[in-house]
Every structure is written in C-alpha cells, then in structure tokens.
C-alpha cells in the first residue's frame, strides 16, 4: 500500500481515537501491524475510522469485514483489495 495511504490511515486513527502521535515514517509499517486495540479503536470507534475511511478512500468497509481486521493493515488489504 501506497505510503501516503498509510499515513492517512494512521492519521484518521488518531484522530478518531484523540490519542498518540504520528509514527516516523521508519515506523509506519509496525504501527498498521499493531493491533487495533493496542491503537485504542473499539468496536464503535471501528465504525467511525470505516466512514472516515470511506469519504477518504471511496471504499466501503461493511460491518462483518470490521468485524475480521485485527490492524490497520488488515484493514488497508480490504481497501486494497476493493480498490482493485
């Protein structure tokens, strides 16, 4: 996934969760692989990244697909794949 796409990522996460900072961009791939709890996103907050995620991205993230991610990177490959 594209660089600038993952900051984006990493961006709305804390600003939907209001906790933490930017990794440097050495640290962008730990930070989508930690999980999503580990990041402060519940369930609800799940919901809020995946609208965020959609205006951002223009793809739909459905509830059961949320339900399986377990980091933002498994979330950037159901984008990923949608994209396609």
Known sequence: MDKNIKQRMIALTLQVTGQGEPPSDDQLDAYMAQPLSDLGIDSLSALELAVHLE?????????????????????????????Q
Not at 58 to 69: F, P, Q, W
């Open 55 to 83: 205006r951002e991205l223009g793809a739909r993230l459905e509830e059961d697909e949320l339900a399986e991610v377990q980091t933002l990177a498994d979330i950037a490959a159901v984008i990923d794949e949608k994209l």
